[in-house]
């Protein structure tokens, strides 16, 4: 199985950065895809940032131009560089891997963080 490994959060004020780290181990093959989403309070779950084994990303409009999102496929491990951070990016932030298991032909999976939270204050 796969087991995520999240840091980095905690509390800062707005307009201050933060970079959270994302480590997966287990029995991976391969990762196709590493990503980070928020929950804020009293909202649903979204993405904030992806990015492929090959390097292409993706962002949500709201952080666009003040995250950046990159990995080390060596370590299995993606990051989150926060920066000009807003009290609205207050939120438990979960990392999340998708790829396959053991071999090429292994099952594929889709496994989560336990999460982190990050607080910006006013």
């Known amino acids: 199985q796969v087991q995520l490994v999240e840091s980095g959060g905690g509390l800062v004020q707005a307009g201050g950065s933060l970079r959270l780290s994302c480590a997966a181990s287990g029995s991976i093959f391969s990762i196709n895809a590493m990503g980070w989403y928020r929950q804020g309070p009293g909202k649903q779950r979204e993405l904030v940032a992806a990015?492929?084994?090959?390097?292409?990303?993706n962002y949500a409009d709201s952080v666009k131009g003040r995250f950046t999102i990159s990995r080390d496929n060596a370590k299995n491990t993606v990051y989150l560089q926060m920066n000009s951070l807003k009290p609205e990016d207050t939120a438990v932030y979960y990392c999340n891997a998708k790829g396959r298991l053991n071999t090429g032909w292994g099952p594929l999976f889709d496994s989560w963080g336990q999460g982190t939270q990050v607080t910006v204050s006013s």
């Open positions: 990015i492929t084994s090959g390097g292409s990303t």
